[in-house]
T-cell receptor, first 114, second 115 residues
Framework: DTAVSQTPKYLVTQMGNDKSIKCEQN?????MYWYKQDSKKFLKIMFS???????INETVPNRFSPKSPDKAHLNLHINSLELGDSAVYFC?????????????FGPGTRLTVL | AQSVAQPEDQVNVAEGNPLTVKCTYS??????LFWYVQYPNRGLQFLLK??????LVKGSYGFEAEFNKSQTSFHLKKPSALVSDSALYFC?????????????FGAGTILRVKS
């Protein structure tokens, strides 16, 4: 029944490793997003896909690569993890990419890089 | 580029009292404004939005917000606070001039309601 789900909920890993976070939405929405929330709770968009097409790509290191196999899924792969990547990553979706659409957020994935 | 300011890091109110969480914004075109709430270790939940029309917007859990174009503000209000309203509140804005552009969030305001 979960509208936007993310796996895993917690991810603890060593510097230099590669990891992936998966996101799925069952709302039938066209647009999906990845956000990063830092330790001060500041929330910033990283990527957005609309019907599998990348539409927003903020200034994010190339080590971060989103992939959208279909419009219900948006995964985030991170290469060569660094200490500064430790944060909570939220996936979200909205019915359209239009200005008035509210976004529905997943529960978040807490990534800790040691 | 659009921006949002939430001038208060934390707001403290007594249960039963009215609450206000402040938000001001800056956009080039017409603003699309949103409020979200985040409970500890949870994702953000949508509360309400202003797109056009009536300046007073009503949302979930008894919250409302007033859009004030001249003051470029969109303050969140509730007539009577509950302890369960204690959470982190985010204001967000999207510039209506650009279709599909990003939603920009404020830094968040912690609301503490004491019994």
């Amino acid at each position: 029944d979960t509208a936007v789900s993310q796996t895993p909920k917690y991810l603890v890993t060593q510097m230099g490793n590669d990891k992936s976070i998966k996101c799925e939405q069952n709302l039938g929405h066209d647009t999906m997003y990845w956000y990063k929330q830092d330790s001060k709770k500041f929330l910033k968009i990283m990527f957005s896909y609309n019907n599998k097409e990348l539409i927003i790509n903020e200034t994010v290191p190339n080590r971060f690569s989103p992939k959208s196999p279909d419009k219900a899924h948006l995964n985030l792969h991170i290469n060569s993890l660094e200490l500064g990547d430790s944060a909570v990553y939220f996936c979200a979706s909205s019915p359209t990419r239009g200005g008035g659409s509210e976004q529905f957020f997943g529960p978040g994935t807490r990534l800790t890089v040691l | 580029a659009q921006s949002v300011a939430q001038p208060e890091d934390q707001v403290n109110v007594a249960e039963g009292n009215p609450l206000t969480v402040k938000c001001t914004y800056s956009v080039s075109g017409n603003p699309y404004l949103f409020w979200y709430v985040q409970y500890p270790n949870r994702g953000l939940q949508f509360l309400l939005k202003y797109i056009t029309g009536d300046n007073l917007v009503k949302g979930s859990y008894g919250f409302e917000a007033e859009f004030n174009k001249s003051q470029t503000s969109f303050h969140l209000k509730k007539p009577s606070a509950l302890v369960s309203d204690s959470a982190l509140y985010f204001c967000a804005v999207r510039d209506g001039m650009e279709y599909g552009n990003k939603l920009v969030f404020g830094a968040g305001t912690i609301l503490r309601v004491k019994s």
